[in-house]
């Protein structure tokens, strides 16, 4: 393997002199040359240039002190030295092992190997590369920079194990670049008929069962979220049904994702000076396809289905109607106060048919709300939900980067949805903890089959200015932490430890799939 080009943008004891070493610094420490501890704080990036021709100039990237250091730090260190050097216009960059760089440990979390600390650094590289660029001309910028690594630097890894690091991190970086060219997307290309294509192109030739449901089937099965939301838009709505299922036995992990690709509001259009953000609302399913392509790429042995509600928000004189009473399948009836209230509407849809495929656990996630940025923040998203679940979530979020925060289902607020039309009205008659009932909302819809999670990353889709590893635009959140979980949760059903796991469906999916006809293993 010594030599071998290991991808576009990572090379292995490449023999040619790098334009520049890149020197990761710790606060306190020694290091070849002179510099100030200031300039070795976390996220400073400094030059030191060559003295002679014959020597290469030195990047140094500030980790700050070492007893802090988490992976999300070496990650965030990796993208700022890519986009550092993008921005000078070099070419390439070996990566220098500090000594101790790995033994380390501290703060919330340690930094467990030498192969978790290189993936991470691989990871943040790749993702600080990212631009999408597709539709600049005269702006666009050239160039890319090589990450050269030594393979004498990492005596704790085998030759094999040294490519598997770098092949994870490369998968993960591309899914994740993956979500974020499709929520980048402008909704003159990507519509609810271009997202179906879409993702059949991409699951195509690979593992992956695909099943759409549409037009009169949609009808039949009673997903009346669908058709009211997307009744208003030329294209038409639809459930996108994915199965990857290389652990055939286990217990079904369902992954919901809301896909709402251009939000209008509906009749309650939207009003600003720039509302461009709304083609951004299919953030969640975005993350849910990501997902599912780390998955498949890396061969994991999980069991998961991905549900895609497909629609666009948008006013028309065929549009529904504030005050519209629709039924669902479970029994309850909803008004309809807000039509920009949908990605809601949408998802009940989305979880009754999880239950019905006898999923044990379900995740659903979406761009639902504005109320969870303005709790939250834009770098933390929202989770309510099973509390075991929740936990595992929100400790997979701190060791990757995508980050949660528990949120309580306050049944008190539940008031808050009564209707004097239907059982309940699908946003709150009040404007305060719109994210809670939103969450409320939800669960009614959640079969006590299941096990449930609710995230809202309204706030954590998109960054507005550059940020770490993340260039301002879409930050392809969730497709990372939705994969892990899958795979964690894979593997405590094999030791019988999986958190809060729920029964299953005594039919399972035998109704479902006996009653239709697969369009094929894509």
């Known amino acids: 393997m010594s030599k071998e080009r290991i991808a576009m943008h ?16 710790y606060a306190g420490e020694s290091f070849p040359y002179t510099l100030n501890e200031a300039r070795k704080r976390q996220g400073t990036m400094t030059w030191l240039y060559a003295r002679s021709a014959g020597e290469a100039d030195v990047l140094a990237a500030g980790m700050g002190e070492r007893c802090a250091v988490t992976l999300e730090r070496v990650r965030r260190a990796g993208g700022a ?64 920079v090589k990450l050269n690594l030594r393979s004498a630097d990492w005596p704790e890894l085998s030759a094999a194990g040294l490519n598997s690091v770098i092949q994870t991190a490369m998968h993960r970086a591309e899914a994740t670049n993956l979500t974020r060219d499709w929520v980048n997307e402008t909704p003159g290309t990507l519509n609810p008929d271009a997202f179906v294509e879409w993702t059949r192109d991409l699951f195509k ?22 058709l009211a939301v997307g009744a208003g838009s030329k294209h038409a709505p639809a459930l996108i049904e994915l199965r990857y299922e290389a ?84 029994g309850l009836t909803v008004q309809i106060a807000n039509t920009d209230g949908e990605g809601r509407l949408v998802l009940a849809d989305a ?17 639902l709300t504005g109320n969870v940025g303005d709790a939250l923040g834009l770098g933390i998203a929202g989770i309510w939900g099973d509390a075991d679940m929740t936990r595992e979530l929100a400790r997979i979020g701190e060791h990757n980067g995508e980050r949660l925060w528990p949120m309580p289902l306050m049944d008190d607020y539940e008031s808050e949805l009564r209707s004097n039309y239907a059982d309940l009205r699908n946003v709150g008659t009040s404007t305060l903890a719109g994210a809670i009932t939103a969450a409320l909302f939800i669960r ?79």
């Open 444 to 522: 009614r819809f959640v079969d006590k089959s299941m096990n449930w999670v609710h995230i809202d990353m309204a706030g954590t889709v998109q960054h507005k200015q550059d940020v770490g590893y993340a260039e301002a635009g879409a930050t392809g959140y969730g497709a990372r932490l939705l994969a892990d979980y899958a795979v964690n949760y894979a593997r405590k059903c094999d030791t019988g430890k999986a958190p809060g796991n729920g029964a299953r469906n005594a039919t399972g999916d035998v109704s479902v799939n006996e009653s239709r006809k697969q369009e094929g293993s894509l």
């Open 205 to 226: 030739d690979r593992p992956v069962n695909i099943y759409v449901y549409r037009g009169q089937e949609l009808t039949e099965r009673g997903m009346n979220g669908l």
């Open 351 to 367: 979880l009754i048919h999880a239950a019905g495929l006898g999923a044990a656990q379900v995740i659903d996630i979406a761009t």
């Open 10 to 25: 990572i090379t292995l004891d490449m023999t040619e002199l790098a334009d520049v070493l890149i020197h990761p610094v």
């Open 81 to 144: 030295a890519a986009r550092t050097l993008l921005q000078e216009g070099r070419d390439s960059a070996t990566l220098l092992k500090h000594p101790g760089t790995v033994t380390g440990v501290g703060g919330r979390e340690s930094i467990e190997s030498a192969a978790a600390w290189l993936q991470a650094w691989i990871e943040g590289w790749l993702l600080g590369l990212y631009r999408f660029d597709k539709y600049r001309n005269v702006t666009k910028i050239s160039g890319s």
């Open 247 to 330: 652990s055939p036995d286990a217990p079904m992990l369902a992954l919901v994702g809301k896909a709402i690709t251009f939000d209008m509001g509906g009749m309650n259009a939207k009003t600003g000076r720039d509302i461009s953000d709304a083609r951004m609302d299919m953030g969640g399913a975005a993350a849910v396809i990501g997902a599912l392509d780390i998955l498949v790429r890396q061969q994991a042995k999980v069991r998961v289905t991905a549900l895609i509600a497909v629609a666009d928000n948008l006013p028309d004189a065929r549009a529904t109607l504030p005050s519209s009473v629709i039924a669902y399948p479970n």
